[in-house]
């Protein structure tokens, strides 16, 4: 059974930092890109980051540049998304999502986890 379970995500005041954490398991994680994507109320879904199944960082929004980091821990199954200078407009219900590399499926997606910024 493939699962995707985010978690590390709450409220914090602008400025402040917070982890994200996915833990996957049911597939071979090594083999899969990992991305993190948010959805703010009343806005489209959007990629925030991706890594490669080596680790290699694919891309980060404009809107989180020097901000947010992507990493992964292939022994582990986890990938994490470290947020920092965090800003009112970050706050969103972040999804981790997995797709095989090199094939575009199987594609999976984790249930959410909210993040609020605010004072």
């Known amino acids: 059974q493939v699962q ?3 978690s590390g995500g709450g409220l914090v005041q602008p400025g402040g930092s917070l982890r994200l954490s996915c833990a996957a398991s049911g597939f071979t ?3 899969f890109i990992m991305s993190w994507y948010r959805q703010a109320p009343g806005k489209e879904r959007e990629l925030v980051a991706a890594i490669t199944s080596a680790g ?3 891309n980060h929004a404009d809107s989180v540049k020097g901000r947010f ?3 992964r821990d292939n022994a582990k199954n986890t990938v994490y998304l470290q947020m920092t200078s965090l800003k009112p407009e970050d706050t969103a219900v972040y999804y981790c999502h997995a797709v095989r590399m090199g094939y575009g499926y199987p594609l999976y997606w984790g249930q959410g986890t ?3 910024v605010s004072s």
């Open 4 to 6: 995707l379970v985010e």
């Open 114 to 116: 909210q993040v609020t």
């Open 29 to 31: 994680f090594s083999s």
């Open 69 to 71: 980091t992507v990493s």
């Open 56 to 58: 290699d960082i694919m």
